[in-house]
């Protein structure tokens, strides 16, 4: 999640509930979310397959967003992408710090 302030507003859609709204910077998980996109989140600590996530690597720091998944019995955070296939995480590996409940795909 963000270290600075608010840079700016946006107006939740309706039905969706969000603490924060952050600008996807990467294409990890096209084409369900795409760069550019903005993400509603909302502060979490566990995770259930299935919903997408913004997680902190524990050893790097770094902040990425993976979906919630069972991968041979065992739940796992990976990309919707396949070109960023090797960026598979189990959970003793990160941090979960919100879930994704929406997003509005911008216009390019």
Not at 88 to 97: F, G, I, Q
């Amino acid at each position: 999640m963000p270290s600075q302030g608010p840079i700016d507003y946006i107006t939740v859609p309706d039905g969706i509930i969000a603490d924060e709204a952050l600008e996807v910077r990467n294409g990890c998980m096209a084409p369900t979310i795409r760069e550019g996109d903005i993400v509603f989140i909302r502060k979490a600590d566990v995770a259930t397959p299935g919903k997408i996530y913004i997680l902190e690597v524990l050893d790097t720091g770094e902040r990425t967003m993976k979906r919630c998944k069972l991968v041979k019995g065992r739940m796992a955070f990976v990309a919707d992408n396949p070109e960023y296939s090797d960026a598979v995480y189990c959970v003793s590996e990160v941090r979960v710090l919100a879930e994704v409940t929406g997003w509005l795909h911008r216009e390019r």
